[in-house]
T-cell receptor, first 116, second 114 residues
Framework: EPEVTQTPSHQVTQMGQEVILRCVPI?????FYWYRQILGQKVEFLVS????????KSEIFDDQFSVERPDGSNFTLKIRSTKLEDSAMYFC??????????????FGPGTRLTVL | AQTVTQSQPEMSVQEAETVTLSCTYD???????LFWYKQPPSRQMILVIR??????QNATENRFSVNFQKAAKSFSLKISDSQLGDAAMYFC???????????FGSGTQLTVLP
C-alpha cells in the first residue's frame, strides 16, 4: 500500500541553524501538507501546498518557514533559523485532491526535531 | 474557525470489550468531514475512519464505527472487540469544507488491559 515517507526520523540541531525536513508524498496525490505536534500538545496545521504554491497557511507558518517541491517526488519544509520552541514532531501528509472540496489526508511517520 | 473537543484525556478498556471515545466539534461550515486518527507509541498518525457530514449513515470500518450526531455536533468512536494493538492516542479531527487544513482535538489515550 502506498505511504508517505519522511526523512530523517530524528533531527538534532543547534539554535539558529537551518534545517530541511523531507517528505515523499504518495505518488498520485496533488495536495501536500505540513503539521507539527509539540510534545504533549495538539497536532497543529502549518501549511498546505498545491500546484507548486502555498494553498493555505496558519499563523504559525511565519517568514522563517518555507516549503518547496524541488522535484517530482520530494516535498520539503525549511526552517531558516531554528528556535528552541521549534522542537516538535513534524508530520507531512498528502491527499488526492479530487473534485470534492476536501479529501482524506494520509500522514507520514513524522520527523522529530530537537533544537538545542 | 473550527474547534474540536475531546473531554476524555484517558480511557481504558478490557481486551475483547467495547469502548467509546467522545468528540464534539464546532464549525460554521455546512459541508465538512470528520476523522479519527490513531497515534501509537511510534507517533505515526494513522487514519482510522472518516465521516462525511452530509451522510446520515454512520461510517464503519471493521471493528471501528462512529456515532455521528450532526445536530449535537458529536462524533464518537466505538471500538468493538478491543485488541492490545488498539492501545494508542486517538485524535478526532475536522476539515472544514472549504479548507484543507485539519483541526485536531487534544486526544484520548486509550489503554487496553489484558
Amino acid at each position: 500500500e502506498p505511504e508517505v515517507t519522511q526523512t530523517p526520523s530524528h533531527q538534532v540541531t543547534q539554535m539558529g541553524q537551518e534545517v530541511i525536513l523531507r517528505c515523499v508524498p504518495i505518488s498520485n496525490h496533488l495536495y501536500f501538507y505540513w503539521y507539527r505536534q509539540i510534545l504533549g500538545q495538539k497536532v497543529e496545521f502549518l501549511v498546505s501546498f498545491y500546484n507548486n504554491e502555498i494553498s493555505e497557511k496558519s499563523e504559525i507558518f511565519d517568514d522563517q518557514f518555507s516549503v518547496e517541491r524541488p522535484d517530482g517526488s520530494n516535498f520539503t519544509l525549511k526552517i531558516r533559523s531554528t528556535k528552541l520552541e521549534d522542537s516538535a514532531m513534524y508530520f507531512c501528509a498528502s491527499s488526492e485532491g479530487g473534485l470534492t472540496t476536501t479529501d482524506t489526508q494520509y500522514f507520514g511517520p513524522g520527523t522529530r526535531l530537537t533544537v538545542l | 474557525a473550527q474547534t474540536v473537543t475531546q473531554s476524555q484525556p484517558e480511557m481504558s478498556v478490557q481486551e475483547a470489550e467495547t469502548v467509546t471515545l467522545s468528540c464534539t466539534y464546532d464549525t460554521s461550515e455546512s459541508d465538512y468531514y470528520l476523522f479519527w486518527y490513531k497515534q501509537p507509541p511510534s507517533r505515526q498518525m494513522i487514519l482510522v475512519i472518516r465521516q462525511e457530514a452530509y451522510k446520515q449513515q454512520n461510517a464503519t470500518e471493521n471493528r471501528f464505527s462512529v456515532n455521528f450526531q450532526k445536530a449535537a455536533k458529536s462524533f464518537s468512536l466505538k471500538i468493538s472487540d478491543s485488541q492490545l494493538g488498539d492501545a494508542a492516542m486517538y485524535f478526532c479531527a475536522t476539515d472544514s469544507g472549504s479548507a484543507r487544513q485539519l483541526t485536531f482535538g487534544s486526544g484520548t489515550q486509550l489503554t487496553v488491559l489484558p
